[in-house]
C-alpha cells in the first residue's frame, strides 16, 4: 500500500509539472507581449541615437589620429601627431583662455541673478505668474535671433544714446573693441541664461515648508538667517544642478558668438566651439579639430564631474 501510495503521489507530481510548464510559457509569452511597445519605442530611439551622435563622435576620434582635411580620400595616420601640436598653437591656447573666463563670469552671474528673480517670484506679489512668464520668455527665444537683435541694439541704439546723452562709453560699439567686446556677449548669454535657471531655483523654493519660516519668525530669525539656515540648505540640490548646467552650457558658447562678433575683434572673442568649427569646417583642419574635439570633450566632462562631486560634498555638510 505503501509503494502504491507512493507511485500515486509521483504520477500526482509529474502530472502537476507537466500541467505547470505550459502555463509559466504562457506567461513568458504575455510578458513578451506587454513589453513589445516598450521595444519598438526604444530600440529606433537607440539607433537613431547611435547612428547621429554615438557613431560621428567615435569617427572624430578614430579622424584625430591622422591628417584628414575633411573632403579628400587620401589621409595618413599621424599618431598623436595633432594633439601634441594643439599644446603649441597660440590660437587654440586664446579659445581656451577666453571660453573658460567666459563660463566662469556667466556662470557665476547667471546663479546670482536667477536665484534672486527665484526668491522675489515666490514671494507674495501680484501678478505674479504674469511675471513669471516674462522672465521665462528668453528661454524659448532663439540664441541666434537674440544674438543678432543684441548685435543691431550694440552697433546702433546704444551708440546713437550714447551720443545724444553724451556719454564717452556708451558712443562706440562695444563689440567693437578687443578688451571690451567679451563683456557684450556675456551680457546677452546672462540674460538669456537666467530664464531656465530660474524656473529650477522657483521649484526648489516651493519645495521648502512655509512652517519652517515661520518658526524662524517665532525664533527672531531675520531675512539673512533664514537663506543660511534655511533657504539655501534645502535647495542646494538645485543649486548644484544650476551650477553644472550653467557651466556646461558657457563652455559650449557657439551660437551668441557667431551672431555677435563672429570671433572677433581678430581672435578675441573666438571660444573653442567656434574655432573648432571654423578651422574643421572651413580652414581644411577637420583631422586636427577633431583633436581639438576630443580633448575639449574630456575637459568638460571632466569640470561636470568635479562640480558635482564637490557641490555634493558639501550638499551632505549642510
Known amino acids: 500500500m505503501g509503494q502504491g501510495c507512493g507511485q500515486a503521489l509521483d504520477v500526482e507530481e509529474q502530472t502537476a509539472l507537466t500541467n505547470a510548464i505550459p502555463m509559466n510559457n504562457e506567461e513568458d509569452s504575455s510578458m513578451n507581449k506587454r513589453l513589445m511597445p516598450y521595444y519598438l519605442m526604444t530600440v529606433p530611439a537607440v539607433v537613431l541615437f547611435f547612428v547621429f551622435l554615438t557613431l560621428p563622435a567615435l569617427q572624430g576620434v578614430y579622424y584625430s589620429f591622422t591628417n584628414w582635411n575633411g573632403f579628400g580620400d587620401h589621409y595618413d595616420f599621424i599618431g598623436i601627431k595633432n594633439y601634441v601640436n594643439l599644446f603649441k598653437d597660440g590660437n587654440v591656447g586664446n579659445a581656451y583662455w577666453f571660453t573658460f573666463k567666459f563660463a566662469v563670469v556667466v556662470t557665476i552671474l547667471i546663479n546670482i541673478l536667477s536665484l534672486l528673480i527665484a526668491m522675489g517670484l515666490n514671494a507674495k506679489i501680484k501678478a505674479r505668474n504674469f511675471f513669471r512668464g516674462i522672465y521665462f520668455l528668453p528661454n524659448i527665444l532663439s540664441v541666434l535671433i537674440v544674438g543678432y537683435i543684441f548685435n543691431y541694439l550694440f552697433s546702433n541704439v546704444f551708440t546713437i544714446w550714447g551720443q545724444n546723452l553724451g556719454i564717452g562709453w556708451l558712443s562706440t560699439n562695444l563689440l567693437g573693441s578687443e578688451q571690451h567686446a567679451w563683456i557684450g556677449i556675456v551680457i546677452v548669454a546672462v540674460w538669456q541664461g537666467v530664464a531656465y535657471n530660474t524656473i529650477l531655483y522657483l521649484a ?115
Do not use: C
Open 204 to 318: 526648489g523654493l516651493q519645495t521648502i515648508p512655509g512652517t519652517l519660516y515661520e518658526a524662524s519668525n517665532l525664533d527672531g530669525a531675520n531675512r539673512w538667517q533664514e537663506f543660511w539656515k534655511i533657504t539655501f540648505p534645502l535647495i542646494a540640490p538645485f543649486f548644484t544642478i544650476n551650477m553644472v548646467l550653467a557651466m556646461k552650457n558657457s563652455l559650449m558658447v557657439f551660437d551668441q558668438i557667431v551672431a555677435l562678433t563672429n570671433g572677433g575683434p581678430g581672435r578675441a572673442t573666438q571660444s573653442i566651439s567656434h574655432l573648432i568649427y571654423t578651422g574643421g569646417f572651413e580652414g581644411g583642419e577637420f583631422a586636427y579639430q577633431s583633436a581639438n574635439s576630443v580633448i575639449y570633450f574630456i575637459l568638460i566632462a571632466a569640470v561636470s564631474i568635479a562640480q558635482i562631486r564637490f557641490l555634493q560634498g558639501r550638499e551632505a555638510e549642510m
